[in-house]
């Protein structure tokens, strides 16, 4: 899928972020890949050996849209006869909020902090959800980005690495399955029109791949 340099021991991948993150400062990360790759199970095993010093921030959260509204933009595009337009408001990529992120990122970078009460709320569907995020005041810092489109501009400019989070298909497929349940077919139809063209397109410029086997499995399983 990419040219980037593959990495696939969780060490490696820790030697790296201590190596880009320096003495001091705040290191942003993008962790992109499909859904169900294992991007926020890297995340969370990356802070896990970095306490203090590694946070995940949660893309999902920052979206352009209520789930009433992207329904009705959706519905709306569909009934116009139009299919660019259908195209565009069902994609995934268009339902996150770009500049609300880039915000954030550069909050993060300049103040350590941010905090927006506009987030995600994955009780209701509406964008009345607090999301904060405070950094340690002073030291090396690592901010992991964890969202599935990081690679297409301007975005891939916010952050200091990126990191294209790879698994095995069928691993992947399972993970999608359990998340999506009644819903699975819709899953599906997303990954083949939408994921798969973004990363046939946009993989090679991630730095790093990122390949680790699941924790507690075999070379076999992967």
Not at 110 to 118: K, L, W
Not at 161 to 170: F, G, P, S, Y
Request: hydrophobic share 40%; net charge negative.
């Amino acid at each position: 899928m990419s040219t980037s340099s593959l990495i696939t021991d969780l060490d490696d991948v820790i030697a790296l972020l201590a190596e880009t993150a320096g003495q001091d400062g705040v290191t942003l990360v993008g962790v992109c890949g499909f859904a169900g790759a294992g991007k926020t199970t890297l995340c969370n095993r990356i802070a896990a050996a970095l306490p203090d010093v590694a946070f995940r921030l949660d893309c999902d959260r920052f979206s352009a849209f209520s789930h009433p509204e992207r329904t009705r933009r959706i519905d709306a595009a569909r009934a116009s006869g139009d299919p660019a337009r259908a195209e565009e408001e069902e994609n995934p990529r268009n339902w996150y909020d770009w500049a609300a992120i880039a915000m954030a990122l550069q909050s993060l970078r300049t103040v350590r902090a941010f905090e927006s009460d506009r987030a995600w709320n994955s009780e209701n569907g509406l964008l009345n959800g607090r999301y904060a995020l405070a950094l340690p005041p002073a030291g090396p810092v690592v901010v992991l980005c964890d969202g599935i489109f990081l690679l297409h501009e301007p975005v891939p400019g916010w952050f200091d690495l990126t990191l294209l989070v790879q698994a095995n298909a069928h691993l992947i497929d399972e993970r999608r399955r359990r998340r999506a349940g009644d819903k699975a077919d819709r899953a599906k139809e997303r990954r083949d029109r939408f994921e798969r063209p973004y990363f046939r397109t946009y993989a090679s410029r991630a730095d790093h791949v990122v390949g680790l086997r699941p924790e507690g499995s075999s070379a076999a399983d992967n």
